[in-house]
């Protein structure tokens, strides 16, 4: 190491931050390990120098020594313990070795102690009418629970597991990799660091049972597709007396086929005739709650938009009503009759060239656009 420069053997300019050092040792780590390079001396050589560099310049002080008197500066204060053929080992080894045994050994640290239950997922479809104004909704799954012939031991009532003779119950098996000693879940107990000998009949030694749960559940007013509840423990039972998971309960909304909604606004199109458009008149408009009456002033213009304040939905939030909007649509007649020919022919030819309001502010802007 002594005539090396230790930025270049970690691939890093000496400006290098703390996170692209470490970023940088993870990589050349991964690239040298000697399980990735088995038999291979040059790499284990390489390996403890990427180490030993890693631990000088991660060390603010080691570093700036570094820096200033080269090697030389800080040979033998490299790191706080060095393993078998002289390979220092660091907290982020520590990660690093965690990623690496995952790969090439496909498992993990074994979890004994108390774990909580999975969630679980439940989709459920609901009318517009049932979103907008609440529901009671059954609700049907199967979820996993404790054996409660083994209170979810696994084992015959009336036994208890046995400590397993391969591990002495720590549920790992420890062995040597090249200078390396790793440890990985016992293969007998599966990391549980038990086994059962007398398996409960139940639940065929699992401790748990796949059962059929039944509840209700209150739809409050004003949810939406992509709105979710949740019901506390009815998720799957929790390992080891963990607490269980809980249910979440995602939401779909049919469409309407006279409505529409936007957050807690309900908007609807109603079809008018042309002389109710033009004479005015008053109209049953169809509401969440059943029919209003709606004022159609003359003159009224396809498309026009009437507003019933507090007629909409109730918010989730804080319970306050949205609107409910009204567009009215003109409906030209598609066949007349002779007198109803007779009457809109007489209308031309009465009108003549005049030109009505709106018509005479489209051409204004036909001529503003093309001159």
Same mark, same amino acid.
């Given at each position: =190491? ?6 270049? $053997? ?31 001396? &040059? ?19 080691? !570093?700036?020594?570094?820096? !200033?008197?080269? %090697? ?8 706080? /313990?060095?393993?078998?053929? /002289? ?18 050994? /496909? ?13 679980? !997922?439940?989709? =459920? ?5 049932? +979103? +907008? ?72 030694? !699992? ?15 004003? @949810?939406?597709?992509?709105?979710? *509840?949740? #019901? ?13 998971? &809980? $249910?979440?309960?995602? =939401? ?5 086929? *006279? ?7 309900? %908007? ?27 004022? @159609? ?15 909409? @939905? ?12 009204? +567009? ?5 007649? +598609? ?19 005049? #030109? ?7 051409? &204004? ?7």
């Amino acid at each position: =190491m002594e005539n090396k420069d230790l930025y270049k $053997l970690l691939g890093v300019s000496p400006d290098v931050t703390d996170a692209e050092l470490k970023k940088a040792y993870r990589a050349m780590a991964h690239k040298y390990h000697p399980d990735k390079n088995q038999d291979d001396k &040059d790499a284990e050589e390489k390996f403890k120098e990427i180490n030993e560099a890693y631990e000088i310049l991660k060390d603010p002080e080691k !570093r700036t020594r570094y820096d !200033r008197f080269g %090697y030389a500066g800080v040979s033998g204060a490299a790191g706080a /313990g060095a393993g078998p053929g /002289g390979a220092h080992y660091n907290a982020d080894f520590q990660d690093f070795f965690g990623d690496m045994f995952s790969e090439f050994f /496909g498992g993990g640290r074994a979890r004994r102690g108390p774990t909580r239950g999975d969630d679980l !997922r439940y989709d =459920m479809t609901i009318t517009f009418e049932e +979103a +907008a104004f609440g529901a009671k909704k059954d609700v049907e799954h199967t979820r996993i629970t404790g054996c409660e012939s083994c209170k979810g031991s696994g084992a015959k009532p009336g036994t208890s597991p046995e400590r397993c003779s391969v591990c002495s119950g720590s549920g790992q098996q420890r062995f040597q990799q090249g200078f390396f000693t790793f440890s990985r879940p016992c293969s007998q107990c599966k990391g549980q660091g038990s086994v059962i000998k007398s398996p409960c009949a139940e639940c065929s030694g !699992r401790g748990s049972n796949h059962i059929k749960s039944k509840i209700t559940v209150n739809i409050p007013a004003g @949810i939406d597709t992509g709105s979710r *509840l949740r #019901v506390a423990g009815e998720g799957n039972f929790g390992d080891k007396g963990g607490p269980p998971g &809980d $249910l979440y309960i995602f =939401m779909t909304v049919t469409p309407h086929p *006279l409505f529409k909604r936007d957050g807690d606004d309900v %908007y609807c199109e109603v079809p008018i005739t042309l002389a109710q458009a033009a004479l005015g008149t008053e109209i049953e408009a169809p509401t969440i709650e059943g029919p209003v009456k709606v004022k @159609i002033p003359a003159g009224t213009q396809t498309g026009k938009v009437f507003r019933l304040k507090n007629k909409g @939905i109730a918010s989730l939030r804080n319970g306050r009503r949205g609107d409910h909007f009204v +567009a009215v649509r003109l409906e030209t007649p +598609a066949k007349l009759n002779k007198r109803q020919r007779e009457l809109l022919e007489e209308f031309a030819a009465i009108s003549g060239d005049e #030109v009505f309001p709106e018509k005479k502010n489209f051409f &204004d802007k036909v001529k503003e656009i093309f001159g």
